[in-house]
Every structure is written in structure tokens, then in C-alpha cells.
């Protein structure tokens, strides 16, 4: 499956704002946006030229680049979202929230949504008590996510739950630390949602 490769901390400076894509990096002096607070390249430090595309396109890749999604999946998820009654730009943010990588993250089982994706992959990952190994699987209300029983003593997983102490698990999820699981209890709302995106701006941008 194609994803990106290159490094995460220049597409953090890209957007101007902390995208959580490299774990506990984020939180400390060596994050990216905190040692070099403007765009990468050459012209990063000339002030760009602020237009209506300019915003929606940012907004776009904004949402797109936390999630860690492709140009062609995410507008997949965008036409998913125009066929669902409800607010577009709710159901789109809801879409991908309900992705079982981002579940995975938001449960505190994996640093960052990058290693919530690999770990899934890897066979790592239960949900209602069969293995699932595709990060875009969406998850629904009364599922179950655990984590594998042969995975529950790795590093890598072990080092994430501790790691994601200072992580609010959302209102939607329920997680039980000691089982290594927790369940989707619905949903999200919007107001549920942390991400600093404004829906809307991107909607506009696909309807052009």
C-alpha cells in the first residue's frame, strides 16, 4: 500500500502546527515545529500570499496529513461522507476517526497514528476477538479492540501505554488499562473530535 516515507516533522512545519505525528518527539525541544517555526525550503521564511484556495487547501492537507492518508483516500472518504445524511464535514472527521489505526491512537495503545498503523498491520490488533490487520477498517458502536495476546508484552506496546498517560481518552471510547482493550461506545460528535481543522473550508475546496 502506498503511504508517505518522507520525513513527518516537515509536514508539522508545513502546516505552522503540531500534528502529533512522531509521538513523544512532539512533546519535547527536538519537535520540529518548536526548533524551526516556519515552513521547510528555501522560500519557508517569506510570508506567503494568503488567498481562499490558499486556506482550504491547508485545511485539506492539514486533516489529511493527520490521519496520515493519501491524496486519492482521502477524497474517497469525502465521497463516502456526501452520501451520508448529516453535515458533510462532520461525517468526513467522523469517518476517519472511526478508522481502526486512529481507534488504535486514540485508545493509547500506540504513540502516534503511524505506530497505531504498523502495529495493526503486524497481526497485533483484535477486534471482537478476531484478528484485524487492515488500518482502514471502521470500527462501530459495541466493538471491541484489543490488543493480540501473544503482542501484550512488547516494548513497543508497553512504552505507548506509558507514553499516552497524558493523553485524554476521548468520550467515545471506554479503555480498560489492565485488559489491554477497549470498546467503541458510539460515534463521535464533532465536539468530541480535538483536531484543529475547519471542516467546512474543505468541503468547499472538493465542491469547486
Request: proline share 5%; hydrophobic share 35%; net charge positive.
Amino acid at each position: 500500500m502506498a503511504r508517505y516515507t518522507g520525513a513527518d516533522c516537515r509536514l508539522c512545519r508545513r502546516e505552522g502546527i503540531k500534528l502529533f505525528l512522531k509521538g513523544d518527539r512532539c512533546y519535547t525541544d527536538k519537535c520540529g515545529v518548536e526548533r524551526r517555526p516556519f515552513p521547510p525550503g528555501m522560500a519557508g521564511r517569506k510570508r506567503p500570499r494568503d488567498s481562499e484556495y490558499r486556506v482550504q487547501l491547508r485545511e485539506k492537507q492539514k486533516a489529511k496529513r493527520t490521519y496520515g492518508l493519501l491524496e486519492k483516500q482521502f477524497r474517497n472518504y469525502y465521497e463516502i461522507a456526501t452520501r451520508q445524511q448529516g453535515i458533510t464535514g462532520e461525517n468526513l472527521l467522523r469517518l476517519l476517526e472511526s478508522r481502526l489505526d486512529n481507534v488504535v491512537y486514540r485508545l493509547g495503545f500506540a504513540a502516534s497514528r503511524d505506530e497505531a498503523r504498523q502495529t495493526t498491520r503486524h497481526n497485533h490488533i483484535h477486534v471482537n476477538g478476531k484478528r484485524v490487520n487492515i488500518p482502514s477498517f471502521r470500527v462501530r458502536p459495541g466493538d471491541v479492540v484489543a490488543i493480540a495476546p501473544k503482542a501484550r508484552d512488547m516494548t513497543v506496546i508497553k512504552a505507548a501505554i506509558i507514553s499516552s498517560a497524558r493523553i485524554e481518552v476521548p468520550g467515545w471510547l471506554e479503555v480498560d488499562v489492565e485488559k489491554l482493550q477497549g470498546k467503541v461506545l458510539s460515534l463521535p460528535q464533532r465536539d468530541q473530535i480535538d483536531i484543529p481543522v475547519r471542516e467546512q473550508l474543505i468541503i468547499e475546496l472538493y465542491s469547486k
